[in-house]
């Protein structure tokens, strides 16, 4: 059984792999001041409330784009799965070719999500993340890494207007009843939402007029959903892409080797 682990500014997201198929999965805060055996003791505790056990996982894999918690991370799989995890960076294989000026600046989840799209979508492909950041990512027709966009993500944009002005509340992130709101909280949620829904429309048409008109759109991180059903350009919702693309490597630095 394979743990996956992706480690990303805001959520850490992990799950059990029976071969292919993704068993249970958790998305839990990004907490950068917990040690390596908080994170494993909440990991021990989860599994075994999902009926499994620590000692079952044979392997693990993790991609991070903190790297304080990288080392946090590797502790508690050596020391609550009893494995060495495999850590995406630069010295590892991914099947994937990187079209960009200097390789080694893309996030390591940005390389994952292109292997899991080359694995299990089609191309050429466009990967729009809704994390942190939302990011924008091409995948060529061949299964390259081309490169993409990095704009706020939803969750900062939303921050920003509750600190850096006065009188404006914090709000959730939720559907607003009209675009035109009539309130201030529903004004805010129809910017954020519709706004962030304009933003995906106009990189998406963008991005097809580099890539081809046949680009697949495929829509993941924790926001996917919500954005996705305000929008035609999304062709398909993937939560865990960037666990199924550490499956893909990690079974492509392990198979010759098991």
Known sequence: M????DIGNTNVTFG?????KLGPSWRIRTIHEKMADEYGALMDQLFRHRGYRPEQVSGAAIASV???LTTTFVQACREYVGQEPLVVDAGVRTGVRIRYDTPRDVGADRIVDAAGVRALHRLPACVVDFGTATT???VSA?????GGAIAPGIGIASQALFERTAK???VDLTRPPSAIGQNTPHAMQSGLLFGYVGLVEGMVARFKAELGPETYVIATGGLASLIARETDVIDVVDLWLTLHGLRVIYELNTKNTN
């Open 2 to 5: 394979l743990l996956a682990i």
């Open 16 to 20: 059990l792999y029976e071969g292919e």
């Open 66 to 68: 903190v790297p304080s």
């Open 136 to 138: 924008f990512d091409a």
């Open 142 to 146: 061949e299964g390259d890494y081309l």
């Open 168 to 170: 404006l509340p914090r």
